[in-house]
């Protein structure tokens, strides 16, 4: 079930026409009837403005229920707010990952770049970006795969001076922006504190394993989930 289709399932849950809904909405007749499975953050956010019981990450992602459960009946707290929000973050497309290694730092280009919608759990340090995924550097076959066309949903992970490890007991997935060869997606596997070097991994298995040495790479970001788009 897409983006679309979940939408669809909410208008009828709430016993609502589609016309009806879209009028209400504020949105052009017929976009709930449309083929294409995405709802464009501009949608999202006017959706929400007005009914405030549909869970975002559900209608996003999938994941989670269709209607949220109040923060209280959840963790029997009682006047203790929920961290949740919904961001805006810029996606870098592969087209424009050329174009975004040179200006990954120049705000004026990234408020240019097209968002996509990000349910953030916690508030913490590092800004969100969604890069889309262009090749097949991690794909081994597997349904952990990341397919080219998948949204990686990543935070922006300090790689100067560390102090600890980028890495835990199972390697976890960064998307690398290098100086020199560009954008990849790679898992770390190590990490020598004292010669400041990575060493990074393919799940398919025609990437060799390497090592990078940190000061070369201008941005790191965290991969935090995937959202697969339907074709």
């Known amino acids: 079930m897409n983006a679309k289709e979940r939408l669809r399932k909410y208008v009828e849950y709430k016993g609502l026409g589609r016309n009806r809904f879209e009028k209400l909405v504020g949105i052009s007749a017929g976009y709930i009837s449309t083929e294409s499975p995405s709802v464009g953050s501009e949608i999202i ?8 019981d549909l869970n975002i990450e559900w209608l996003v992602t999938g ?5 949220k459960t109040p923060y209280w009946q959840e963790t029997g707290a009682v006047g203790v707010p929920a961290y949740r929000k919904l961001v805006y973050a810029p996606l ?3 087209y424009s990952q050329p174009e975004y290694i040179n200006r990954a730092d120049d705000r004026s280009y990234i408020d240019t770049l097209p968002t996509f919608p990000v349910v953030v759990e916690h508030e913490g340090k590092g800004s969100y970006v969604c890069f889309e995924m262009w090749d097949d550097s991690m794909n081994d076959g597997s349904d952990n795969s990341y397919n080219p066309g998948d949204i990686l949903i990543c935070k922006e992970t ?11 007991n199972k390697p976890k997935s960064f998307v690398i922006v290098h100086a020199e060869e560009g954008v990849m997606v790679r898992k770390i596997t190590s990490h020598d504190l004292e010669k400041n070097i990575i060493t990074i991994h393919s799940p398919n298995p025609f990437y060799e394993d390497r090592t990078i040495n940190l000061q070369d790479i201008t941005k ?3 991969v935090i989930r995937l959202q697969r788009i339907e074709n």
């Open 45 to 52: 956010e006017r959706i929400v403005r007005i009914y405030h």
């Open 63 to 67: 994941q989670g229920k269709m209607i």
């Open 92 to 94: 870098v497309s592969r």
């Open 158 to 168: 300090d790689c100067t001076n560390r102090q600890r490890k980028l890495y835990f």
């Open 220 to 222: 790191l970001f965290n």
